[in-house]
Each structure stands twice: as structure tokens, then as C-alpha cells.
């Protein structure tokens, strides 16, 4: 088999973490191959609730090869950090490896986050303040510090010995805050280098190899079409170079294209968004505080409460369209039991006009009134359901009609966090 892509198709947190733990049992690897630990993979097992920020969601499985691929942006501290934890609550990490050419946030990416956060005042993108914008503009500026540098030692101090400088100039005379020692950061920096050498390798050849020996290759993205540099609701997106969208998937992989056959688009039963940023279908009311507490809508990252609304299908047909989903995994479903009427986006209102596209700009969004369709929600307690046919006959029509506004088949509905609460429509792969 050759390689599958899971992708976020909203604002993130749709469950990706989920849906790769449980799509991970049919792979023989699993790896990230965008963004950095601003994201936040949950995983509930039978050792307990771990929440992924880099390490790949199939970590759990002993016979799995883990892989975090040349797009992923590395915290050296963070990962260490993770691998620790990991490691203290019984998961091997042996097979976890890490490219050489991933980019390093360094000290001066998590400064300038916070710095250029305040310098923008209102504008302020609400970031995670993990670095990882900065380190993605380092990358396409051509100033970054590689995993290759990273572990070794002379390479990383000529390197910061060029970049340094110029970076605390920037902090200096544009932030006006402190300059960096390149003492303290270079012998910060020296420690990490030997404890992830070990992990460190060729990872796109490792992939490529498994391909060729016809082994199933599950590819973990990171955040939702909806905060993706292009694609997403432009300033207010992340920084991923390679995007998170499938497209970027084989090339933050170091893979060619045509080894992909599906496309796996996670979608969450409602609406979430953390940070700012227009959000047609957000419920600043009872139903948004209830959806929150139903659903317990906290980031996974940074703790922030996640703003809830809706389902918007104009938004998630659009993300459909753009990862060329194959299959749709449909999750939290179980959240919505006991409400008496749900709402779906269908179309918004933008001036005089009704539209059915997802505005390129920001500012047209954030003017987009959203046109509902109501259906009646269902008062049964879904989580213990395992096949589609048993559902509610209101949840069923829910998730169908979602189904025909995304334009694609609806696989998998996930009623719990738990990796058997899950009810498979059609095998995924
Ligand atoms: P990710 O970033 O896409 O991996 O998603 P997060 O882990 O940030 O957030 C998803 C949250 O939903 C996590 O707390 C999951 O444990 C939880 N979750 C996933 N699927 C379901 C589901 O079907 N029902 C419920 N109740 N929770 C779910
Ligand atoms: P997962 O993979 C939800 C959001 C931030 C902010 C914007 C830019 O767990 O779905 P950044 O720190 O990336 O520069 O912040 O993007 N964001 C996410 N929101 N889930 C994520 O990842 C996110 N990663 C970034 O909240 O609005
Ligand atoms: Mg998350």
C-alpha cells in the first residue's frame, strides 16, 4: 500500500490525533510532515490521555516506524521534553526518527513570537507563542539552523555565529529588547545536539524504502485547511513551509506525489477556532458556552478556550476541494447528543449577495453572514454505538446531509475520544 494523508479540515483540533491512532493500526509508518509543537495531537489510550505536540500519533504502536519528516519545525527542548514524558509513562521511543533537515527554533523565534504579538497590537494573529512562525520565516529567509547542524557541534556554532548577530539586531533596534549571548545560547544548544543525534537520519529515504517494499506510509498533518498559509483566512493563519494541506504532505515527506492514493479529511461535528480571526458561523452565546463545556473545547496546546460555533459546510467543502479528500473523518458527534435543534452554514450573506465560496479575504469573511439550515438533534447518548445503522435516525440525517454538502463520503464517525469509539462506515484503506 503507499501512502495516506490525514488532514485537519477546519481551524485544527478537528481530532486528527484520534483518527491517525486508529488508522495507524493498518501502517507500518506514521509521520508528521508540517508545522511544529504549535500543534497539539490528543490520544486516549489504555495508558491514559497523552498529547502529542511532535512526535507522530503512532508512537503507541510497538511495531510502528515513527517519523517526523523535513517540513516539521523542531523546539529541541520540547521534544526532548515529550520524548521524556513519553518514556516515563512506558512508550517506547526507539522507533522515532527525525530528519536532518528539519529547522531548529531557537531562542531569539520564541522572543520575536511574543515581540511582533505586542507590535501588532489589535492586529495580533493569537498566536501559540511556540516560535514557530518565526522559524518558518527564518526557513524561507534563508537564516535557519538545521537538525544536521544541530548535532554537529562545529556547524552549529559557525552557523549561529553568522545568524546570531543579525538576529539580535532585529531584537535590538526593532524590538528595542535585550541581544542574545551566543555564549549562553550556544551551550544551550550544545547539550541537545547528542541527545537527539541517535534519532537523527535520512528520513525521506527511510520512507521511500518502505514504499518500495509496499508498505503503508500514513502521513499526520498538522492544523486545518482553514489556517493554511494560501488557502486559510490570510493574516490570521499559520506559517507551515510545506503547507499542512495534502499538497504539502510528500514534499515536508521528501517523497514524490505519486505515491499518494487517499486523502483523509478530519472534520469535528461543529466549529472550532483558537486565536484570532473571522469565524462566520462563531456562537458568542448559551450555545457556544455549551458546546464549549459539552465538548470541553480547551486547546491541547496552550489551554485557551476554543471559540465554538456552527458547522460551516461552505468552509468544509471548500477545504474538501483544496486536500482532494477521498474520505471525510467525521468526529465528536457524541458532543452533540441532547441538543434539541443543530445548524448547519450553508451558504453566507455577504452585502446583497447569497454565496457558496469561501472569500479569500479576511475581511470579506468576517462581513459573511452565515444562512443556516436546522435539523433536530437526537436525545440519546451516542457513545456506545459501533454501527452506522444504529444511530438515531436525526443523527444519521445530520451526518448525511454533511456528507452531501462536502461532497465527499463520510467513513468514519467518532462518538468519544477512546480508540473503539468508533463506527465504521466503510474501511478507510
Ligand atoms: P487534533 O489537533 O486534530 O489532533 O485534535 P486535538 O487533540 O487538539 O483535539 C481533539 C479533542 O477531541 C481531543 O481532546 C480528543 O481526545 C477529543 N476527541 C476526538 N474525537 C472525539 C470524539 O469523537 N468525541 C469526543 N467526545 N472527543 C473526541
Ligand atoms: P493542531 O495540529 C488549532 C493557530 C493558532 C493561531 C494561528 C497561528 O493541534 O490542529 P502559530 O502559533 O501557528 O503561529 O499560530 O494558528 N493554530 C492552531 N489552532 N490547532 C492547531 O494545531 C494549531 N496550530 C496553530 O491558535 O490562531
Ligand atoms: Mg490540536
Redesign the pocket.
Given at each position: 500500500m503507499p501512502a495516506i494523508i490525514v488532514v485537519?479540515g477546519q481551524?485544527?483540533?478537528?481530532g486528527?490525533g484520534r483518527v491517525v491512532d486508529l488508522l495507524a493500526r493498518k501502517s507500518h509508518i506514521v509521520a508528521r510532515y508540517s508545522?511544529g509543537n504549535?500543534?497539539?495531537?490528543t490520544v486516549v489510550n489504555e495508558l491514559g490521555e497523552f498529547r502529542l505536540h511532535l512526535v507522530p500519533a503512532g508512537i503507541f504502536y510497538g511495531d510502528k516506524e515513527c517519523i517526523i519528516g523535513n517540513g516539521v519545525v523542531i523546539d529541541p527542548a520540547v521534544l526532548l521534553q515529550e520524548i521524556g514524558e513519553l518514556e516515563e509513562r512506558g512508550v517506547s521511543v526507539e522507533r522515532l526518527h527525525i530528519s536532518d533537515r528539519c529547522h531548529i527554533i531557537m531562542p531569539y523565534h520564541l522572543l520575536i513570537?511574543r515581540l511582533d504579538e505586542e507590535l501588532r497590537g489589535k492586529a495580533a494573529?493569537?498566536?501559540?507563542?511556540?516560535g514557530?512562525?518565526p522559524a518558518f520565516a527564518d526557513k524561507v529567509g534563508r537564516l535557519g539552523i538545521r537538525m544536521g547542524d544541530l548535532i554537529d557541534p562545529d556547524a552549529f556554532r559557525q552557523r549561529l555565529s553568522f545568524i546570531l548577530p543579525y538576529k539580535n539586531a532585529v531584537l535590538q533596534k526593532l524590538y528595542g529588547a535585550e541581544p542574545l549571548s551566543f555564549e549562553d545560547v550556544s551551550s544551550t544548544y550544545a547539550g541537545y545536539g547528542p541527545q537527539l543525534s541517535p534519532f537523527v537520519t535520512d528520513t525521506a529515504a527511510l520512507v521511500q524504502d518502505a514504499l518500495d517494499r509496499g508498505e503503508t506510509v500514513l502521513l499526520e498533518g498538522?492544523?486545518?485547511a482553514l489556517?493554511d498559509l494560501d488557502a486559510g483566512t490570510y493574516e490570521?493563519?499559520?506559517?507551515s513551509v510545506p503547507s499542512s494541506l495534502a499538497g504539502g504532505a510528500t514534499v515536508g515527506m521528501g517523497i514524490g506525489p505519486v505515491h499518494v492514493s487517499k486523502v483523509v479529511g478530519v472534520y469535528k461535528a461543529y466549529q472550532t477556532?483558537?486565536?484570532?480571526?473571522p469565524m462566520p458561523t462563531e456562537l458568542v452565546d448559551k450555545m457556544g458556552d455549551a458546546l464549549r463545556e459539552r465538548g470541553w473545547e480547551y486547546?491541547?496546546?496552550?489551554g485557551?478556550p476554543r471559540r465554538c460555533g456552527w458547522f460551516d459546510a461552505v468552509a468544509a467543502r471548500y477545504s474538501a476541494r483544496l486536500n482532494g479528500l477521498t474520505s471525510v473523518a467525521f468526529t465528536r458527534l457524541d458532543v452533540l447528543d441532547g441538543f434539541p435543534s443543530l445548524s448547519i452554514c450553508t451558504a453566507y450573506r455577504l452585502g446583497e449577495s447569497t454565496i457558496r465560496t469561501f472569500p479569500a479575504s479576511s475581511v470579506a469573511l468576517a462581513r459573511c453572514q452565515p444562512v443556516y439550515e436546522e435539523l433536530p438533534g437526537w436525545q440519546k447518548d451516542t457513545r456506545q454505538i459501533r454501527a452506522f445503522e444504529e444511530l438515531p435516525p436525526q443523527a444519521k440525517a445530520y451526518v448525511e446531509r454533511i456528507q452531501e454538502l462536502i461532497g465527499c463520503p463520510i467513513d468514519l464517525v467518532s462518538v468519544g475520544p477512546e480508540r473503539d469509539q468508533a463506527i465504521i462506515v466503510n474501511p478507510v484503506f
Open positions: 485537519g481551524w485544527g483540533d478537528e486528527k508545522a504549535n500543534a497539539g495531537h513570537d494573529i493569537g498566536t501559540t507563542g511556540r514557530v512562525g498538522a492544523q486545518g489556517l490570521y493563519v499559520t506559517s477556532r483558537v486565536g484570532n480571526g486547546g491541547a496546546t496552550t485557551r
